[in-house]
Nanobody, 123 residues
C-alpha cells in the first residue's frame, strides 16, 4: 500500500521559513517522482515542486523558484521541501505526491497523494 505522510506545516509570519517532510512507503522510491502540490481555498490544486530520486532532476513552479528547495534522503525514503521567504500567497494545504511521470505531478494530477499539511503565512 502506497503511503505518503506529510509533516512540518504550521503558522509562520511573512518572510519566515518552514520545512515540510514526506515519508514515503509501499513503492519503489527510485521509480517514482515525488513532490509537492498545494491547494489554496477556492483555487485549483497546483504542482509546487518535485524531484526524481533516481537522477536528481527537479521542477519548481515559477511562483516558488529561488525560495523553495526540494531534496531527498534516499536512505529514509523521505522528501523535504525547504520553504524560505514565505509569502501570504503561499498559504495552502500542501500535499505530498507521487507518480511515475513528472508531468503528472507538475499538473497536480498524480496517482498518489497524502492527507496534506496546512501552511499558513500571516502578513
Amino acid at each position: 500500500e502506497v503511503q505518503l505522510v506529510e509533516s512540518g506545516g504550521g503558522l509562520v509570519q511573512a518572510g519566515g521559513s518552514l520545512r515540510l517532510s514526506c515519508a514515503a512507503s509501499g513503492f519503489s522510491f527510485d521509480d517514482y517522482i515525488i513532490g509537492w502540490l498545494r491547494q489554496a481555498p477556492g483555487k485549483e490544486r497546483e504542482g509546487v515542486s518535485c524531484i526524481s530520486s533516481s537522477d536528481g532532476s527537479t521542477y519548481y513552479a515559477d511562483s516558488v523558484k529561488g525560495r523553495f528547495t526540494i531534496s531527498v534522503d534516499r536512505a529514509k525514503n523521505t522528501v523535504y521541501l525547504q520553504m524560505n521567504s514565505l509569502k501570504p500567497e503561499d498559504t495552502a494545504v500542501y500535499y505530498c505526491a507521487a507518480d511515475i511521470w513528472m508531468n503528472s505531478v507538475v499538473a497536480g494530477q498524480p496517482d498518489y497523494w497524502g492527507q496534506g499539511t496546512q501552511v499558513t503565512v500571516s502578513s
